[in-house]
Nanobody, 122 residues
């Protein structure tokens, strides 16, 4: 599966932004999906994941309560809605996919998309 992320940009602290990731090449509903981010000078970290059906989600503590992951299988797209953004949310955001299920996404997902940059100004 090929993943293409988009929607990054510049936003002020306290604002909201949604990033999206569109998949192609395989049956979208076969994959659990997720988002990771990598801030300058830091390692890539898990942000959020969603199950095959969309019925289960999982979030990193750093974004829990401020972010929502969702999927639209008709559009082969996964979204990450981020609210109450902080400067420390500044990072390149990557989408990921794994056929094995939700539990594998935060660890080592099989497929990665290219990133989209989110910059939060103070």
């Amino acid at each position: 599966v090929q993943l293409q992320a988009s929607g990054g940009g510049l936003v002020q602290a306290g604002g909201s932004l949604s990033v999206s990731c569109t998949a192609s090449g395989r049956t979208f509903s076969d994959y659990a999906l997720g988002w990771f981010r990598q801030a300058p000078g830091k390692e890539r970290e898990f942000v959020a994941a969603i199950s095959w059906s969309g019925g289960s989600t999982y979030y990193a503590d750093s974004v829990k309560g401020r972010s929502t992951i969702s999927r639209d299988d008709a559009k082969n797209t996964v979204y990450l809605q981020m609210n109450s953004l902080k400067p420390e949310d500044t990072a390149v955001y990557y989408c990921a996919a794994d056929e094995r299920g939700l539990g594998y996404v935060p660890k080592r997902p099989d497929y990665w998309g290219q990133g989209t940059l989110v910059t939060v100004s103070s």
